[in-house]
């Protein structure tokens, strides 16, 4: 995992947010991804309940929001803004697709306090907020109806911040098969096929070039060859115990 | 904006999902990201008006919701298959990062139905749910505190799989200046930084080669260079008039 440290350069700014079950689950998406800094600015309802319920595990992000009157002061301090919108707007900042304007706010925020200012519910940013931002962000979206949920345009956001710094979690990786130990099951294979009368050296039919593809792509472990040879083992002693049964028939 | 034909080959799966609200909000965010077929495996409420309330403008994916008793038969017409979780897992499929994994759902969907699975909301999905997919998918998270909200979930991975297909509203680019307009600014800007004293050619502190960073920073539009030359005459005649008064006295 990388340093997170820059992500408490990064403040989430909500303008007039007008459901507190909005703000709450605000709160739980920053947190999923790391990020802490919540200012609210004149919200509708808050501290509140819904708010409360739908944090789970964001309520410390809750707790440490920041309230207050104006844009204004929600933005002092900072040194780089950028605003959420979906809406084209005439006379307009430049904007940026979030994909290309996550990287420029992290690269921003290892060294000074950047903002992400999301509008209200209804109507989003007005025009005198976006005049605050350097950059206008936008997450692509269908034309026909382009209405993210507040808590869910945030939870897009903070994963293309912070993502990067999260690692996925890997079971730990079980040994890959020797190649000579692979060879080895593709002629036990090639044996067994030929026994059963699936496979005929007289016309082949690109039979075990497709198995090698198969199995090449799954990339066999070492368990699962010692697997499948004892599957192929198993099959030749139960043709030869049928083989004997049938010659005593 | 992309052929997003595709984008109808992509089932997204909820597995007993206990939360109507949860489901009208995922139908919502499936809205924004232009993916529509939902299947709803055993959900605890639905229809639902909390449903309904949430799903905002995806009303037509909850009413084409197609709700199933069993994984199996929500999965059947399905070529590949991949499983949303946050947790580790022992014995796993391989774990692919969503950024790693949408480009290979997406090209598969080009010729094939793929399917993403959701598990229920407490618990994620069970072992025997993922035995069902080819690969499991991780939403990178904060390891202090990984749980996405379900509908945050489906939003960030249908924003991964389909943001691309959608394109960023640009407001109509203003035509920038020419160069030997913005060179007669600088000349103009120079002479008055000069004349007020501002400038002194022998000492001139690389303040011309500042402000030549600081507008080629901005990249000057011609109605600009227009705006800034008037304000630089303004202020010349201003300076006459003034010198002029004084003159008088």
Redesign the interface.
């Known amino acids: ?1 990388q340093d997170t440290r820059l992500l408490e350069n990064i403040r989430l700014v909500l303008c007039n947010p007008t459901h507190a079950g909005n703000i709450g ?1 605000v709160a ?2 920053m ?4 990020l802490s800094r919540l200012y609210l600015v004149n919200p509708s309802h808050f501290p509140d309940v819904d708010a409360t319920a ?1 944090a ?3 309520q410390d992000i809750l707790e440490s929001a920041v309230v207050t009157e104006t844009l204004d002061e929600a933005l002092k301090g900072v040194n780089l803004i950028g605003g959420l919108t979906a ?6 900042h430049p ?5 290309d304007a996550a990287p420029r706010f992290v690269r921003q925020a290892e060294q000074d306090e950047v903002a992400l200012i999301f509008g209200t519910e209804m109507s989003g940013l007005s025009n005198k907020e976006l005049e605050a931002c350097h950059v206008i962000v ?12 507040l ?2 345009a945030v ?2 956001v903070a ?1 293309e911040i ?10 730990s990786t079980p040994p890959l098969a020797l190649f000579e130990d692979v060879e080895r099951f593709y002629a036990h294979l090639e044996e067994v096929l030929i026994d059963i009368g699936f496979l005929s050296l007289d016309s082949p039919r690109k039979l075990m070039s497709r198995m090698r593809r198969l199995f090449a792509r799954a990339g066999l472990e070492k368990e699962e060859v010692l697997m499948l040879r004892g599957m192929l083992k198993a099959l030749s002693s139960n043709r030869k115990t049928v083989d004997i049964e049938r010659s005593d028939d």
Chains 1, 2 share one sequence.
Not at 87 to 92: D, E, F, G, K, Y
Not at 95 to 99: A, I, K, N, P
Not at 138 to 149: C, E, Q
């Open positions: 995992m689950a739980r998406a947190k999923t991804m790391g739908r789970c595990g964001g809406r084209q707007r005439s006379l307009s904007v940026m697709s979030l994909r936008h997450i692509p979206a269908n034309p026909v109806y382009s209405s993210l949920n808590a869910a939870q897009v994963y912070a993502a990067g710094y999260f690692e996925i979690p890997h079971a």
